[in-house]
């Protein structure tokens, strides 16, 4: 892939991670992930954001320098916004070929860098309202954001230009090739990667979004024309929208949110499959959409995405061995980390010689502060009977009646 003029002489320089990789060693990648850094020329070269250090990536990254005229040993600062490896894993590689080069970084960031690499080199700490002047009018402002995503995180803003360089925010998964600014997307391609940054915001970001709040709040102060994160599009054309998006995203912490109901399922014999019908049918009649993902099926990072758009969850699974279906609890327990918190719940499933399920929910709500607010259980021995279906028809459209009171938003 070539490098791309963000704006003048700021140049995008990226690579794809392709699908086979998976993000965080744990994040599925089906239309991978764009690492993005930014060479800003002023008399001086800064580089704000690197690259991961996989195979061929940091001299992907060498060879689009090159392209843009920029010699790598020209770059003088080193500007780490976040200290995560997918952004400064090249670094080693880059101290091979020169040592020259300062690397500017907030002070938590610097402690990061040095247990992650032992950086022998030059450095600059530096605070909110910092800055540095690399000639020819470019001129680097620091604000720190800790926590989207580790505490070390700061964003950079290049002030001629309005250009903000946020790494994590504002991001999303999804590949972008040569032609990645959303002046250049269709509307169609703007809503997958919007759709994108939802799983991405979920599996990444959402444990920290009350930071996501506090650092848009504090980035107002700001003039942005141009938003340029670490990972996906550059907001060209529209920066608000991407603002708007994350702003969106992050309300949904506190539990409300769209009016949708993520229904999680699991069955061993069928028994708990055959109540899904009903329960579909009970969240149909109110008019409330259903994202239905069977456990363990689907992989945690799409259900992740589902719940935490949802105002609602419905939770189907089987006793097992007096706890509940052992993968169900997996998916509820990573919900808690992510906190997935105050949905409106729902649980039905089945039992066979005897229950249990539900002290174990109550453990893990409790455990991870989730307070959910669940309606009465549907519970069935073995299969359910026509009459148990049908109480469990109502309870679904009971449930998406106080969805659709306690929603703050409309579908997406
Ligand atoms: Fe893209 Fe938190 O690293």
């Given at each position: 892939m070539q490098a791309s003029l963000v704006t003048d002489n700021i140049y995008r320089l990226s690579a794809n991670i392709e699908s086979d990789v998976l993000f965080?060693?744990?994040?599925?990648l089906p239309h991978g992930c764009a690492m993005n850094s930014y060479v800003i020329k002023g008399r001086d070269v800064a580089i704000v954001d690197g690259v991961c250090d996989w195979d061929g990536v940091p001299e992907t990254l060498y060879a689009q320098m090159a392209e843009i005229g920029?010699?790598?040993?020209?770059?003088?600062y080193v500007i780490i916004?976040?200290?995560?490896p997918d952004h400064t894993g090249w670094i080693k590689s880059f101290q091979k070929i020169t040592n020259d080069f300062e690397v500017v970084i907030t002070q938590k960031g610097l402690e990061l860098a040095q247990a992650f690499y032992g950086l022998d080199v030059k450095y600059r700490t530096v605070r909110s309202g910092d800055s540095i002047d690399l000639g020819n009018g470019k001129k680097l402002v620091f604000e720190e954001t800790p926590?989207?995503?580790?505490?070390?995180t700061m964003v950079t803003y290049e002030a001629s230009t309005g250009t903000?360089?946020?790494?994590?925010?504002?991001g999303s998964y999804g590949s972008v090739g040569t032609a990645g600014c959303d002046d250049e997307m269709t509307e169609e391609q703007l809503q997958f990667y919007e759709e994108e940054a939802l799983r991405y915001f979920a599996n990444i970001v959402a444990r920290f979004h009350p930071s996501v709040v506090r650092a848009i709040d504090k980035l107002k102060n700001l003039d942005v024309k141009i938003i340029a994160p670490?990972?996906?599009?550059?907001?060209?054309?529209?920066?608000q929208r991407v603002v708007s998006l994350y702003q969106r995203f992050a309300s949904f912490g506190a539990g409300p949110a769209e009016p949708v109901v993520t229904v999680l399922w699991g069955s061993m014999y069928g028994n708990t499959e055959k109540a899904i019908a009903p329960l579909l049918e009970g969240l149909a009649s109110e008019g409330v959409k259903a994202i239905v993902h069977q456990v363990p099926q689907t992989h945690i990072s799409d259900i992740l995405a589902s719940a935490w758009r949802s105002t609602g969850v419905i939770l189907a699974m089987p006793t097992y061995e007096f706890k509940m279906f052992p993968p169900m609890a997996a998916v509820i327990d990573e919900l808690g980390r992510k906190m997935v918190t105050g949905k409106v719940a729902l649980r039905v499933g089945s039992f066979g010689w005897s229950g249990g399920a539900q002290r174990e929910l109550d453990e893990i709500m409790e455990h991870q502060k989730m307070k959910w607010q669940f309606l009465e259980p549907v519970e069935f021995k073995g299969a359910a009977s026509e009459e148990q279906l049908q109480l469990i028809r109502e309870r679904a459209a009971e449930l998406a009646r106080q969805v659709k009171a306690a929603a703050i938003v409309a579908a997406a």
């Open positions: 965080e060693g744990m994040w599925p920029v010699d790598v040993k020209d770059i003088r916004n976040h200290t995560e926590n989207v995503h580790w505490p070390d903000l360089l946020p790494c994590d925010a504002f670490g990972h996906g599009l550059v907001w060209r054309r529209d920066p």
